[in-house]
């Protein structure tokens, strides 16, 4: 089984600043991983899917790279919208699985 | 408007058993594959079940499997989830979701989520 592994596991920032996020699995899984946004009481949002192509509607802000075990999910300019917490998740193969994720909150 | 709507959800007490449905509307259900996910209270995501567009292929994450069945009605629009053997540990928001066309399994469209909660 893969294990996705999301580092750091909190993010303090301000708006305006960049936000590097990272995701590593345990063995390769091509490119085919996702980046997604949850707002607290709120259900997860597609961000990212396939390493880096972004979802309908997600602003250009937000952008992936990687391929194999390593992977960024970047924020070029952190809008007040954007505090939340980020997950990645593999579909190389079953059973998918998601990392622990990313809280990015506000310095 | 993609939507999903879960429902079922609720108390029950270890070793019971619980059905869950997602309605769906908003889309040609049949053509989309689906999958479950559930929340802890105060956890991360963890990916629970996988059905095809046409029902025959189905995957299950270990912590469920030989639990959990994961089903759906086509002409209905809805997606189930049967949940027997229940454990503490099975205590989560349950969200249905739908797989992205292009990459089955990423999962572009979420429901509210229904709550789940497993205790004597």
């Known amino acids: 089984e893969i294990v996705l592994t999301q580092s750091p596991a909190t993010l303090s920032l301000s708006p305006g600043e960049r936000a590097t996020l990272s995701c590593r699995a345990s063995q390769s899984i091509s490119s085919y991983l996702a980046w997604y946004q949850q707002k607290s009481g709120q259900a997860p949002r597609l961000l990212i899917y396939?390493?880096?192509n972004r979802a309908t509607g997600i602003p250009a802000r937000f952008s992936g790279s990687g391929s194999g075990t390593d992977f960024t999910l970047t924020i070029s300019s952190l809008e007040p919208e954007d505090f939340a917490v980020y997950y990645c998740q593999q579909r190389s193969n079953w059973p998918s699985c998601f990392g622990g994720g990313t809280k990015v909150e506000i310095k | 408007e993609v939507q999903l709507v879960e429902s079922g959800g609720g108390l029950v007490q270890p070793g019971g058993s619980l059905r869950l449905s997602c309605a769906a509307s908003?889309?040609?259900?049949?053509?989309?594959?689906m999958h479950w996910v559930r929340q802890a209270p105060g956890k991360g995501l963890e990916w629970v079940s996988y059905?095809?567009?046409?029902?025959?292929?189905?995957y299950y994450a270990d912590s469920v499997k030989g639990r959990f069945t994961i089903s759906r009605d086509n002409d209905k629009n809805s997606l189930y989830l049967q949940m027997n053997s229940l454990r503490a540990e099975d205590t989560a928001v349950y969200y249905c979701?739908?797989?992205?066309?292009?990459?089955?399994?990423?999962?572009?469209?979420w429901g509210q989520g229904t709550l789940v909660t497993v205790s004597s």
């Open positions: 908003g889309f040609t259900f049949s053509s989309y594959s």
């Open positions: 979701a739908r797989g992205l066309k292009a990459a089955a399994g990423t999962l572009d469209y």
């Open positions: 059905i095809s567009g046409p029902g025959g292929t189905r």
């Open positions: 396939d390493a880096s």
